[in-house]
């Protein structure tokens, strides 16, 4: 018989770069508004040896796409950072595994932390995918059961901020543009006192559109509930979080009131609150954001629950990196994500990016998994990420 070809992991050394890096146009949503995006990169060096006497070191990336100030949620840089040098580094350094689901229960050890654990699982993932000579692509259909993938382009959507002006015909102009660059699904950004008003506009010029809406929180249960219900006539694809993160008895309320869906984002930290919020029928669809639910086998674990509770499912996004956004497009590739993601083009985001990779709209308005290597796909541009230190 054959002896099987076993790998034991080290991990070696975990670097941790801050970066601020300006975006192309500020961002706003309920929440505030967004010049830059900060985020924390994630380098790991993993030492393999093999029981055929071989040893290599292969690095891996991954990304905690967390800001400055704790305003989508309560993780923000400076935490995540603490986390990751003072906690993870600690514990990390020397550890050894043979799988990614050791180093997911390891780090589990802790509590919430969720982004910088992600940017811990996408990092090791990126390095055993490189290891194993196979894209993350591969990696996870495989860890997912799912064998061979059958895809690697996914059609996207792009999500619009509320405009600086607080003119509708501005957001139409972005519409507009976003429409004839082939983007599959329309989102913007409302709160109360913008909503309404731009939905108005947008239908009046495109009645057909697949459109959505995000309020990221910003509604009071006890004041807008009947607000809300009236967004039902502009038929939309969903309406996502509209209440705070913790208001799962509001969401399954206001669900019973609305015949348009709603979607849960910040709501859904763990497969178990996702759990929740399906068995309470608070949301009808899932907005999967890999960094806010801790990682890779947290959303593998929830992109399994979106099979079995028959509710559809798509990839969120946070304005990520290239190096995010590589992850967030190869999730995205898995059979239950059956909605448009979140996640644009490079150019909608930054001038220079971390990775000299672009990602970019085919004619069809797909994204394709890029595979200038293996693992992520993406080369990382060190010289940059010293230049956007923060
Ligand atoms: O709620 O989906 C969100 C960006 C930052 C924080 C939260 C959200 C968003 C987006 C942008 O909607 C999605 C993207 O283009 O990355
Ligand atoms: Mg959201």
């Excluded at 400055?68 to 950072?81: D, H, K, V």
Aim: charged fraction near 25%.
């Amino acid at each position: 018989m054959r002896k099987e070809l076993r790998s034991l992991h080290e991990i070696r050394k975990i670097d941790v770069f801050p970066v601020n890096i300006p975006l192309k146009g500020s961002f706003t949503t309920s929440f505030g508004k967004s010049v830059a995006k900060q985020a924390l990169i994630v380098k790991i060096s993993l030492f393999s040896s093999s029981n055929e006497d071989e040893t290599t070191t292969t690095i891996g990336w991954g990304e905690a796409p967390t800001d400055f100030e704790p305003r989508y949620s309560g993780e923000f840089l400076e935490g995540a950072r603490a986390f990751l040098t003072k906690i993870m580094a600690k514990h990390l350094q020397g550890f050894q595994f043979e799988t990614l689901d050791e180093v997911h229960e390891k780090i589990n050890e802790f509590r919430g932390n969720h982004m910088a654990k992600a940017a811990i699982e996408f990092a090791v993932a990126d390095a055993l995918a490189k290891k194993e000579q196979v894209s993350l692509v591969e990696f996870l259909w495989k860890r997912a059961g799912l064998g061979t993938p059958t895809r690697d382009r996914i059609p996207v959507g792009i999500s619009l901020g509320i405009p600086d002006s607080r003119n509708p015909d501005d957001l139409l102009d972005s519409v507009t543009n976003a429409i004839n660059k082939g983007y599959h699904k329309i989102k913007i950004k409302i709160e109360p006192g913008w909503d309404e008003d731009p939905l108005m506009v947008i239908r009046d010029h495109y009645p057909d559109i697949s459109l959505m809406v995000d309020g990221n929180g910003g509604y009071d249960p006890e004041r807008h509930q009947n607000h809300l219900t009236r967004l039902d006539k502009y038929e939309l694809l969903m309406i996502e979080q509209p209440y705070p993160e913790d208001a799962f008895l509001a969401h399954q309320r206001l669900q019973r009131e609305l015949s348009t869906p709603l979607c849960l984002d910040e709501s859904l930290k763990t497969p178990r609150l996702v759990t929740l919020a399906l068995e309470l029928e608070a949301c009808r669809i899932i907005n999967l954001k890999p960094a806010r639910v801790g990682g890779v086998i947290n959303s593998l674990r929830i992109h399994e629950l979106a099979g079995e509770y028959k509710v559809p499912a798509w990839v969120g996004g946070m304005l990520e990196t290239g190096i995010g956004r590589a992850f967030n497009v190869a999730l995205a590739t898995l059979p239950n994500f059956t909605i448009p993601g979140d996640i644009s083009e490079t150019s909608r985001y930054f001038d220079e990016d971390l990775v000299p990779y672009q990602f970019r709209l085919d004619e069809n308005g797909m994204l394709s998994v890029p595979k200038e290597e293996h693992g992520l796909g993406i080369h990382v541009d060190e010289d940059r990420l010293q230049r956007f230190l923060h």
